[in-house]
């Protein structure tokens, strides 16, 4: 399966759209699950984004009775021309083979643009099917740290200039965050203030994502989940939420923000303990 994508579907390399097209056929009958309408239609057209190879690869997997998921992260660089911002850019996979869980792109592995025409130039990478997880991280950093598949932490480089963007962060329009930095260094007993602002007071207005694993809050004790603090009057509207947390352990390593109920950035947190101020 993973052969015949990389061999037979085309990278969209079109700098217009980012996503794959929207599905206008209409069909009768009960509706499809959304990756294999992606699917059907990427099979037809030949040409996907990287969502599109990794939506078919997950449909044929359902055919095949294999079991499969869809994983958005951080790519850095990838097929697109233009500098990755910190966040959400890029779709792969994790298969079920063998008794453990599996890592592959079948975007990667299918070919590469050339950067100078902007062509989709077809050459089988074998690195990204069935990848060691510890070479995998160097180039995909996913929104789910689980799903690295490795049980220490690897921060990419990026992390020292900026917080990384949950895929939620962009339905937001935030135009502000602080701080700046995604490492945070403290120590026993300090508080930290985070804060982000939005360009519209949509707080409440957008519905939150109804994908969010729910597992993910209770996945570990050195992960943080903040909610705004109440900070505003009633019937106030405002732009700016503000997130306190106040240091009292030393297990603590990860700080996620909610924002109407959805998970919007991730800071990682470097906790001293006091004796080593």
Same mark, same amino acid.
């Given at each position: 399966?993973?052969?015949?994508?990389?061999?037979?579907?085309?990278?969209?390399?079109?700098?217009?759209?980012?996503?794959?097209?929207?599905?206008?056929?209409?069909? !009768? +009958?009960?509706?499809?699950? /959304?990756?294999?309408?992606? #699917?059907?239609?990427? &099979?037809k057209?030949? $040409?996907a984004?990287?969502?599109?190879?990794?939506?078919?690869?997950?449909?044929?997997?359902?055919?095949?009775?294999l079991?499969?998921?869809?994983?958005?992260?951080?790519?850095p660089?990838?097929?697109?021309?233009?500098?990755?911002?910190?966040?959400?850019?890029?779709?792969?996979?994790?298969v079920?083979? !063998? +008794?453990r869980?599996?890592l /592959?792109?079948?975007?990667? #592995?299918?070919?590469? &643009?050339?950067?100078? $025409?902007?062509?989709?130039?077809r050459e089988?990478?074998?690195?990204?099917?069935?990848?060691?997880?510890?070479?995998?991280?160097?180039?995909?950093?996913?929104?789910?740290?689980?799903?690295?598949?490795?049980q220490?932490?690897?921060?990419?480089?990026?992390?020292?200039?900026?917080?990384?963007?949950q895929?939620?962060?962009?339905?937001?329009?935030?135009?502000?965050?602080?701080?700046g930095s995604? &490492?945070?260094?403290?120590s026993?007993?300090?508080?930290?203030?985070?804060?982000?602002?939005?360009?519209?007071?949509?707080?409440?207005?957008?519905?939150?994502?109804?994908?969010?694993d729910?597992?993910?809050?209770?996945?570990?004790?050195?992960?943080?989940?903040?909610?705004?603090?109440?900070?505003?009057?009633?019937?106030?509207?405002?732009?700016?939420?503000?997130?306190?947390?106040?240091?009292?352990?030393?297990?603590?390593?990860?700080?996620y923000?909610?924002?109407?109920?959805?998970?919007?950035?991730?800071?990682k947190?470097?906790?001293r303990?006091?004796?080593?101020r």
């Open positions: 399966m993973f052969r015949w994508i990389t061999a037979n579907i085309n990278y969209n390399s079109s700098p217009q759209r980012r996503i794959n097209p929207p599905i206008t056929e209409e069909e !009768e +009958g009960p509706l499809k699950p /959304l990756h294999e309408r992606v #699917a059907e239609m990427v &099979i057209r030949k $040409t984004f990287c969502d599109g190879f990794a939506r078919l690869f997950t449909a044929l997997c359902d055919k095949a009775g079991q499969s998921i869809i994983i958005c992260g951080y790519a660089g990838g097929f697109t021309r233009q500098p990755a911002r910190f966040g959400v850019n890029h779709y792969w996979n994790a079920f083979l !063998e +008794g869980w599996q /592959l792109d079948a975007t990667w #592995a299918s070919g590469f &643009i050339n950067a100078r $025409t902007g062509e989709f130039i089988f990478n074998s690195r990204y099917f069935l990848a060691d997880p510890s070479s995998f991280i160097l180039d995909h950093f996913p929104d789910d740290p689980r799903w690295t598949l490795l220490g932490n690897h921060l990419p480089e990026e992390f020292r200039k900026s917080p990384f963007r895929k939620a962060f962009g339905k937001y329009g935030f135009r502000a965050y602080s701080p995604g &490492i945070i260094n403290a026993v007993g300090d508080t930290i203030v985070l804060e982000l602002e939005a360009a519209k007071p949509l707080y409440g207005l957008i519905a939150p994502s109804a994908l969010t729910s597992s993910l809050y209770s996945h570990s004790s050195s992960w943080v989940f903040l909610q705004p603090a109440e900070n505003r009057e009633e019937g106030e509207i405002t732009t700016r939420s503000r997130y306190i947390y106040p240091i009292t352990r030393t297990d603590v390593e990860w700080i923000l909610l924002y109407n109920e959805d998970l919007v950035m991730r800071y947190l470097n906790v303990n006091p004796s080593f």
